[in-house]
């Protein structure tokens, strides 16, 4: 799972700040990041790591994985 934060072309129009997305990502064990559609800042990197959080949890942990879900 990757936290995202969205449309951070918007600063001024923010309700969740970068600290609160850190600590929540960091409450979540999971990656944090901001993007914005608009001006594609960070996109291509944000599907970057969801493919690296994709692979991560295919790979064999020991125990008996049954299913696996992925969301975009």
Known sequence: MVL?????DLEG???VS????????QEW??????????NKGLV???FA??????NYSSLPSGGDRCCSCVLL
């Open 49 to 54: 790591e969801i493919v690296r959080q994709m």
């Open 18 to 25: 970068s600290g609160e997305g850190k600590a929540l990502a």
């Open 44 to 46: 291509d990197e944000l």
């Open 29 to 38: 064990n999971c990656p944090f990041m901001e993007t914005s559609a608009k």
């Open 4 to 8: 995202v934060g969205n449309k951070v």
């Open 13 to 15: 129009e923010r309700e």
